[in-house]
């Protein structure tokens, strides 16, 4: 039995991997959080809000599944790699803002990090066993959510019900608008520097509309390796679960009869500057990447308020990586106040841009 302790068990990869749990003789729920949403019943320990390393501390877990959303992910990311349980990890906001501590947190305890990220968990099974000199680089697929193909203009008036409307994935709203945007690419460039130790520029972003290759790997030989599947995140999901056991889902095999599409293009950075303002953090490194954070929360809530216009976003991301310098977090409280920081200065920044 795999003890399992689910973190953000309400949300919608929560709630796909209570269904690959409940379906999983092997997986046994120990332990189940949420925000605010009650999880009375869910698991012999439950937790609402508040520390969760607490609740972990209770539970034993054998791994556990960070599926918060946001930054609120990050004690629990470093409480389990420092003790080197199986980390399977949906929470890429806590390996983007803090992914010097959570690397500092691995060296203690190397366990694995299994990603749920389905672009990392592709990723993750192309690289796996590869000798690290063949790599040339790793691409990750973006589906363009459901502005591609617009110019600037065009979205300056997008409502977040428009945003919302996700053509190829069924997400919780942060993760939706943040795909709207680009800038989920961007953290996932950021979390897949951190997960796999490439260098930024060997990791590039393409955009493939139907989401049916989530990632591929460039070899030193010219060969390319793709990583393809509908997009269901029960897959990921379960591959980190029950990693390296790779376990049966109720998912329908690809069907190669009817015609699959595989197109690419270039993403377009003028409409969609997210992208490259988180690659631009993540080069700076140091801090600047929890300034991203932490700004683009702060402007994807009041954007789904109704307040800040969509290309707001993105303008208050930019002006507080301006505004903040980059520097060193030597632990924890450090990067607590950065973020609290970000989060003072992104607010002023927003306010003057609410309608
Ligand atoms: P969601 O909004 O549907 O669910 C978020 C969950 O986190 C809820 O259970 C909520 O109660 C919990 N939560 C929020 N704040 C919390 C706090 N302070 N303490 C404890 N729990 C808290 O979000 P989601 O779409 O399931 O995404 C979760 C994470 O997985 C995000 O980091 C997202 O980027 C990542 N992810 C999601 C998908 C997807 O398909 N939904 C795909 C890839 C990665
Ligand atoms: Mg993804």
């Known amino acids: 039995m795999r003890r399992v302790a689910l973190l953000g068990a309400t949300g919608s990869i929560g709630t796909q991997a209570l269904e690959i749990i409940a379906a999983h003789p092997g997986l046994e729920l120990v332990a189940a959080a949420s925000g605010s949403q009650p999880v009375d019943g869910l698991a012999p320990l439950t ?10 501390e209770r539970a034993e877990p054998d791994v556990v599944l960070n599926a918060v959303v946001g930054f609120a992910g990050l004690p629990a990311t470093v409480w389990t790699l420092e003790r080197g349980i199986d980390l399977a990890l949906a929470n890429k906001e806590s390996l983007v803002a803090g992914g010097e501590l959570a690397r500092s947190a691995w060296e203690q305890g190397r366990g694995p990090i299994l990603p749920v990220d389905s672009e990392h968990s592709a990723a993750f099974q ?61 953290l996932e460039l950021i979390e897949a520097h951190f997960l796999f130790d490439l260098p930024y520029e060997r990791i590039e972003v ?48 690809l ?11 270039a993403p377009d950075e003028e409409a969609f500057p997210s992208l490259a303002l988180a690659r631009a953090a993540g080069e700076a490194g140091r801090t600047m990447p929890c300034v991203l954070n932490a700004a683009n929360e702060v402007a994807v809530a009041t954007f789904l308020d109704g307040r800040l216009p969509f290309l707001g976003i993105p303008e208050v991301v930019e002006r507080t990586l301006n505004a903040i310098e980059a520097v060193e977090a030597r632990d924890f409280d450090d990067l607590t106040a950065i973020d609290a920081e970000a989060r003072r200065v992104a607010s002023a920044h927003t306010r003057q841009l609410v309608h």
Request: charged share 20%; glycine share 8%; net charge negative.
């Open 206 to 253: 393409v955009i493939h509309p139907t989401s049916i290759v989530h990632a591929l790997v460039r070899f030193r030989d010219g060969a390319a390796l793709a990583h393809i599947g509908y997009p269901d995140m029960r897959v990921p999901i379960s591959y980190a679960l029950t990693y390296p056991e790779r376990a049966k889902t109720p998912i329908a095999p």
């Open 255 to 265: 069907d190669l009869s009817s015609g699959l599409i595989l197109e690419f293009s």
């Open 126 to 186: 192309l690289l796996e066993g590869r000798a690290s000199e063949t790599v040339d680089s790793l691409v990750l697929t973006a589906s363009g959510g459901p502005f591609r193909g617009r110019a600037r203009a065009d979205l300056a008036a997008v409502t977040p019900a428009e945003a919302l409307a996700h053509p190829t994935w069924n997400m919780g709203p942060k993760i939706t608008v943040d795909s709207a945007t680009l800038m989920n690419k961007g």
């Open 47 to 56: 937790q609402v809000g508040g520390d969760l390393t607490e609740l972990l």
